[in-house]
């Protein structure tokens, strides 16, 4: 053997020490994988062929892509809503205190980078206009931008001045993707109630079919009643002012909605 063999022999040895130092120790096949498909090493070691010198290696798990889990037949039932009693035991007297009570209590707080905002009107108004939260731009005054404004000429096209109209949200600020039904059976319908029993009004008019949690034991037909405290109270529901405003069709529907109802009520 020439000199040169055994350079190529050391050569070939110090290859396979440095493979067996970096951990590559098993010979693996070439044949085609299936990576994404769930196959037990049982399955891996059929795959291997009769005769072939060496072993395959175990698929390392760690780096595996998890099978699929089995989706169940029926889904699992959402958790308990925590109920608490916002208004503890001693509740707001009337409009002024809550209004206090509204823009101040810890417990109330629903979406800290937004102001709360106070609603306004007087007590035993003709009207009482409710609305999911405040706009979002709103800081000194509830709807004081575009949902303000189409408020503004839905009640003066009823004939009615808006300083006999009592306008307040079920939130006390803007929340975005506020979980009304989850907030309500969270408390904050006892509240609802609460304020209208304080403001006493003469029918109220709901702007978002997304208030029905918050109006306890009202439904969704157009024309409708909820008892607040012994007071039979009519009530119409709508949708929100925002989705009026960005779809003019829902105009005109509201517009027979409340043909309908001021006729009734």
Known sequence: MTSIDHTIAREFEAALAWWHMAGVDHDFSDDATAWLADRSLDAVAAAAKPG????IAAPDKANEPAAPRAVADTPSPAPATLRRDLLGESPPPDCAAFRDWWLSAPSLDTA???PRIAPRGAAGAQLMVLVPQPETGDSDQLLSGPQGRLLGNILAAMGLDESAVYIASALPCHTP?????????GGMDAVTAHHISLVRPERVMAFGTGLAPMLIDVNLKTLSHNNYGNANLPVIMSETLEAITELPRLKARFWRRWMEWSATS
């Open 52 to 55: 072939r010198t060496g072993s």
């Open 112 to 114: 800290r980078a937004y």
């Open 177 to 185: 993707m506020a979980d009304l039904a989850l907030l309500a059976a």
